[in-house]
């Protein structure tokens, strides 16, 4: 099976605009989740969607939101970037919701807010 | 909320050296155990996971951890490191309640010297 792939890689915005990153599953996971990586906060926690729905939040502001689709790929939006944005952002997938499936991980986007 | 604390956050050790890289966690409940690792410019990928039953859990690439839940630990250990084991370590905890909200530790970046 193919891993998770996130798309782009790479980004460069500058501060006030909007970012959309893409992620692709394991196929037949169901369950995607997004986290910020940074060398200051280290892996936290972003959202989890589970068949279309958002099942958990982590303590991020309303800018970050995110979705996903009826064929399990998801997306995450950043409205008004901050320069404290620049991250790597990482999603994973797994095949349930439970909290005891292993997390499959992409390699992540990183953004670089100027 | 739970939280995980990894004591060391850069642990050199010589090649064929054996290693134990340590983690803490917080919690009033029963929770699920997670270590992952990370090499450079690339996602997370599990090593091993305790779920329940027996404390002692092989993992992959020879590594092992043990639960203790009076000491509420889960410290990683592998008997005889090489250098490809240089990265950074990640301890992980889930709540069974809220699934798929991971809570990660800040890392341990393993240096193993030839």
């Known amino acids: 099976k193919a891993g998770v792939t996130q798309t782009p890689r790479y980004l460069i915005k500058t501060r006030g605009q909007q970012v959309t990153l893409s992620c692709s599953p394991i196929s037949g996971h169901r369950s995607v989740s997004w986290y910020q990586q940074t060398p200051g906060q280290g892996l936290q926690f972003l959202f989890e969607?589970?068949?279309?729905?958002?099942?958990n939040k982590g303590n991020f502001p309303g800018r970050f939101s995110g979705r996903q689709f009826s064929n399990s790929r998801s997306e995450m939006n950043v409205s008004t970037l901050e320069l404290g944005d620049s991250a790597l952002y990482l999603c994973a997938s797994s095949s349930g919701a439970g909290g005891q499936e292993t997390q499959y991980f992409g390699p992540g986007t990183r953004l670089l807010v100027l | 909320a739970q939280s995980v604390t990894q004591l060391d956050s850069q642990v050199p050790v010589f090649e064929e050296a054996p290693v134990e890289l340590r983690c803490n966690y917080s919690?009033?409940?029963?929770?699920?155990l997670f270590w992952y690792v990370q090499y450079p410019n690339q996602g997370l990928q599990l090593l091993l996971k305790y779920l329940s039953g027996s404390t002692l859990v092989k993992g992959i690439n020879g590594f092992e951890a043990e639960f203790n839940k009076s000491q509420t630990s889960f410290h990683l250990r592998k008997p005889s490191v090489h250098i490809s084991d240089t990265a950074e370590y990640f301890c992980a905890v889930s709540d069974p309640r809220t699934g798929n909200q991971f809570y990660f530790g800040t890392g341990t970046s393993l240096t193993v010297i030839p």
């Open positions: 919690s009033s409940v029963s929770v699920y």
């Open positions: 969607y589970f068949s279309e729905t958002q099942r």
